[in-house]
Nanobody, 114 residues
Framework: QVQLAESGGGLVQAGGSLRLSCAAS????????MGWYRQAPGKQRESVAT???????NYADSVKGRFTISRDIVKNTMFLQMNSLKPEDTAVYYC????????WGKGTLVTVSS
């Protein structure tokens, strides 16, 4: 069973930066899309950024210009560079990889203080 592990979350002041990483326990074949999602307290999980097999990226309007998704296919790793963080970015961030099936990490908490 493939496992995804996020890292890099933590507490940061507004305006600061964090870099999240997502590592897979083994090679995942036929990846269609990889992405980062987040869930804030009392809210539904939402898509933050995705990158497909062609390298095309898509971002939520709320993070455009501040967050950047990237991947290292060889190392089965995905990243989310988050700059100019805002208190409303506070959430648990999950990575997802979809190939023949979708895999999810357990999440990493990002807290942005004002």
């Amino acid at each position: 069973q493939v496992q995804l592990a996020e890292s890099g979350g933590g507490l940061v002041q507004a305006g600061g930066s964090l870099r999240l990483s997502c590592a897979a326990s083994e090679m995942i074949s036929s990846i269609n899309v990889m992405g980062w999602y987040r869930q804030a307290p009392g809210k539904q999980r939402e898509s933050v950024a995705t990158i497909n097999s062609g390298g095309n990226t898509n971002y939520a309007d709320s993070v455009k210009g501040r967050f950047t998704i990237s991947r290292d296919i060889v190392k089965n790793t995905m990243f989310l560079q988050m700059n100019s963080l805002k208190p409303e970015d506070t959430a648990v961030y999950y990575c997802m990889v979809a190939g023949r099936m979708a895999y999810w990490g357990k999440g990493t908490l990002v807290t942005v203080s004002s």
